[in-house]
């Protein structure tokens, strides 16, 4: 038995066989092979079960997103087939004597170049995917695992996940996970506390693990590997308290989040998904206080359809039937990268082309995201948030564009709801005009990681910072008192979607300070609930 420290992400007990998943083995190198024959039919055979998988992922996706998102796998199969490809890839085991997946990392790089050069959009989108696929097929002959069809429950050891790895995990699988970099601002520790799931960070990690029994004990920031019977039945006993802690505040469901002194907060959830509504629900959320739409597009290989964003938006505000959704559109950029974005690399990705820059210099991406949300309002109660606002301007010119949008469908007869626009306030800048930009909008959501990551100037995604990266900062708490104040002041409502918004520890100040909304975790709902009552 050995014991390991880190740092708690999703602070519960897990227990389980510890599944290593390794991304440094995708690293490709170029080896001498003696046998062309023999490579060849291992890359064959590493090909027939990518045709696998992309079966298996289509029926999954047939099931949970419908069939024009899972068409993407059957397009990703017949690229397999791709006599070209396989030709260059066979040509170059055999011409030049090099092992299967440096012959597919180099016909992947030239596929999916001679692609991006291409001036046909369709065709230059398909340059993420012949990487997608070599990189599948890669990840196969090295021995690596699929990440969206884990066989059995476990505990996921990583080096890093990103988040677009996080939202592929196989939900149902997956017992927790621990990982060795990462922070706890990033997104995806945010996704963990989202989906329910134990998690530490900051782990130092073995592959030698793979197999072998572990623990997550996450109130304790600690990772027990290969645990002697006594203390694996002590962790089975606290997980069985775990539930009955749980079953007690399943008792505050139903019951009103309700200051002492009698202020009625509303309590929403914050999302990343259609699949978390189930936990929205079964946590007695009033609403959704943020739908982190570009997680849509991050499980997508290509830009997500009007109709197929229709289908989600309307899914959820059917499924929350009275209750306010608040969508907030594409936030995409820094650690959310998509490769269909084809986004340059830079220096201060935090500080770069991200969110609402994008949507507002390719105004298509953007309207195509509005149209679908407007549409999606005739069917619910759905609010749209803009993320990084730092200006009365972009306001403006965001109003104007949700106008056109509104006159189109006007034109063509589709009809919509009366749909609030908020924004978020996660730059310093916006916090300071608040009392400017409350004028032009229906609400404020304070999004404190953000505003955190920009006001302290700590990188939210810099494990080596974490101990510093301070929500409860002086400065964080007295914008925060800024920017409710100047809502109260113009008639609007102000809340936080941000994690400090499920930091029970401060929950009293913030009632204090007049919030009118938080928005947390769905499985943070009930305790926040208790701490609220409690202010
Ligand atoms: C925030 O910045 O606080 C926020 C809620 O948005 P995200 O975490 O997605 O950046
Ligand atoms: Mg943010």
Same mark, same amino acid.
């Given at each position: 038995?050995e014991?390991?420290t880190?740092?708690?992400i999703?602070?519960?007990?897990?227990?389980?066989?510890?599944?290593?998943?390794?991304?440094?083995?995708?690293?490709?190198?170029?080896?001498k092979?003696?046998?062309?024959?023999?490579?060849i039919?291992?890359?064959?055979?590493a090909?027939?079960?990518?045709?696998?998988?992309?079966g298996?992922?289509?029926?999954?996706?047939?099931?949970?997103v419908?069939?024009?998102?899972?068409?993407i796998?059957e397009?990703?199969?017949?690229?397999?087939?791709?006599e070209?490809?396989?030709?260059?890839?066979?040509?170059?085991?055999?011409?030049?004597?090099?092992?299967?997946?440096?012959?597919?990392?180099v016909?992947?790089?030239?596929?999916?170049?001679?692609?991006?050069?291409?001036?046909?959009?369709?065709f230059?989108?398909?340059?993420?995917?012949?990487?997608?696929?070599?990189?599948?097929?890669?990840?196969?002959?090295? !021995?690596?695992?699929d990440?969206?069809s884990?066989? $059995?429950?476990?505990?996921?050891?990583?080096?890093?996940?990103?988040?677009?790895?996080?939202?592929?995990?196989?939900?149902?699988k997956?017992?927790?996970?621990?990982?060795?970099?990462?922070?706890?601002n990033?997104h995806?520790a945010?996704?963990a %506390?989202? =989906?329910? /799931?134990?998690?530490?960070?900051?782990?130092k990690? *073995?592959? #030698?693990?793979? !197999?072998?029994?572990?623990?997550i004990?996450g109130?304790?920031?600690?990772?027990?590997?290969?645990?002697?019977?006594?203390?694996?039945?002590k962790? +089975?006993?606290?997980?069985? #308290?775990?539930?009955? &802690?749980?079953?007690?505040?399943?008792?505050?469901?139903? +019951?009103?989040?309700?200051?002492?002194s009698?202020?009625?907060?509303?309590?929403?959830?914050?999302i990343?998904?259609?699949s978390?509504?189930a *936990?929205?629900?079964? !946590?007695?959320?009033?609403?959704?206080? @943020?739908?982190?739409?570009e997680?849509?597009?991050l499980?997508?290989?290509?830009?997500?359809?009007?109709e197929?964003?229709?289908?989600?938006?309307?899914q959820?505000?059917?499924?929350?039937g009275? +209750?306010?959704?608040i969508?907030?559109?594409l936030?995409?950029?820094?650690?959310?990268?998509?490769?269909?974005f084809?986004l340059?690399?830079?220096?201060n990705?935090?500080?770069?082309y991200?969110?609402? %820059? /994008?949507?507002?210099?390719?105004?298509?991406?953007?309207k195509?995201?509005?149209?679908a949300?407007?549409? &999606?309002? &005739?069917f619910?109660n759905i609010?749209i948030m803009?993320?990084?606002?730092?200006?009365?301007?972009?306001v403006?010119k965001?109003k104007e564009?949700?106008?056109?949008?509104?006159?189109?469908?006007?034109?063509?007869g589709?009809q919509y709801?009366?749909?609030?626009?908020?924004? =978020?306030i996660?730059?310093?800048?916006?916090?300071?005009?608040s009392d400017?930009?409350?004028?032009?909008?229906?609400?404020?959501s304070?999004?404190?990681?953000? @505003?955190?990551?920009?006001?302290?100037a700590?990188?939210?995604?810099?494990?080596?910072?974490?101990?510093i990266?301070?929500a409860?900062?002086?400065?964080? @708490?007295?914008?925060i008192?800024?920017v409710? $104040?100047?809502?109260h002041?113009n008639g609007?409502?102000?809340g936080?979607?941000?994690?400090?918004?499920?930091d029970?520890?401060?929950? +009293?100040?913030?009632?204090?300070?007049g919030?009118?909304? @938080?928005?947390v975790?769905?499985?943070?709902l009930?305790?926040?609930?208790?701490?609220i009552?409690e202010?």
């Amino acid at each position: 038995m050995e014991k390991f420290t880190g740092k708690t992400i999703f602070g519960q007990v897990a227990i389980g066989k510890i599944f290593f998943y390794s991304k440094e083995k995708q690293q490709v190198t170029r080896r001498k092979i003696d046998d062309a024959e023999a490579e060849i039919k291992t890359y064959e055979a590493a090909k027939e079960k990518a045709i696998e998988e992309l079966g298996s992922l289509y029926e999954k996706a047939l099931k949970e997103v419908g069939e024009v998102n899972a068409q993407i796998f059957e397009v990703h199969q017949m690229m397999l087939e791709d006599e070209d490809y396989n030709d260059s890839v066979h040509n170059l085991i055999t011409t030049q004597g090099v092992n299967a997946d440096y012959a597919v990392a180099v016909t992947g790089d030239n596929f999916s170049k001679m692609f991006a050069e291409m001036e046909d959009e369709y065709f230059k989108a398909r340059s993420a995917d012949v990487k997608d696929i070599s990189e599948r097929v890669i990840r196969i002959l090295n !021995g690596g695992m699929d990440m969206g069809s884990l066989k $059995e429950s476990v505990i996921v050891v990583a080096n890093d996940l990103a988040p677009s790895e996080t939202v592929q995990l196989d939900k149902e699988k997956l017992l927790g996970f621990v990982t060795e970099l990462g922070s706890s601002n990033s997104h995806t520790a945010i996704l963990a %506390r989202t =989906m329910n /799931i134990p998690a530490l960070i900051g782990v130092k990690i *073995s592959e #030698e693990w793979n !197999g072998k029994m572990g623990i997550i004990d996450g109130a304790n920031g600690m990772f027990i590997v290969d645990p002697d019977e006594e203390t694996l039945e002590k962790y +089975k006993e606290l997980l069985k #308290e775990e539930e009955k &802690a749980r079953a007690l505040l399943e008792q505050l469901k139903g +019951k009103d989040s309700v200051t002492t002194s009698g202020k009625h907060i509303k309590l929403y959830a914050n999302i990343g998904n259609v699949s978390d509504l189930a *936990s929205v629900i079964s !946590g007695g959320a009033q609403g959704i206080g @943020l739908f982190r739409s570009e997680f849509l597009y991050l499980e997508s290989d290509d830009f997500p359809s009007e109709e197929v964003q229709f289908a989600k938006y309307k899914q959820v505000a059917e499924t929350m039937g009275e +209750k306010k959704v608040i969508i907030r559109t594409l936030d995409i950029g820094a650690d959310k990268q998509v490769d269909y974005f084809n986004l340059p690399k830079e220096d201060n990705p935090a500080m770069g082309y991200r969110a609402i %820059r /994008i949507c507002l210099k390719q105004t298509d991406i953007f309207k195509t995201q509005l149209r679908a949300l407007f549409r &999606a309002s &005739a069917f619910g109660n759905i609010a749209i948030m803009y993320p990084m606002i730092i200006s009365v301007d972009e306001v403006l010119k965001i109003k104007e564009i949700a106008e056109q949008v509104k006159k189109e469908l006007d034109a063509e007869g589709i009809q919509y709801g009366d749909v609030e626009q908020g924004i =978020m306030i996660e730059t310093p800048a916006a916090a300071m005009i608040s009392d400017l930009l409350a004028p032009h909008v229906d609400f404020f959501s304070v999004g404190t990681n953000d @505003l955190t990551q920009y006001t302290l100037a700590i990188d939210r995604q810099n494990a080596k910072l974490d101990d510093i990266y301070d929500a409860h900062h002086e400065a964080i @708490l007295r914008m925060i008192g800024m920017v409710i $104040e100047n809502a109260h002041k113009n008639g609007i409502w102000a809340g936080i979607c941000g994690e400090l918004g499920a930091d029970t520890t401060i929950t +009293k100040r913030l009632v204090d300070m007049g919030i009118d909304e @938080l928005s947390v975790s769905p499985s943070m709902l009930l305790r926040v609930k208790k701490a609220i009552r409690e202010a």
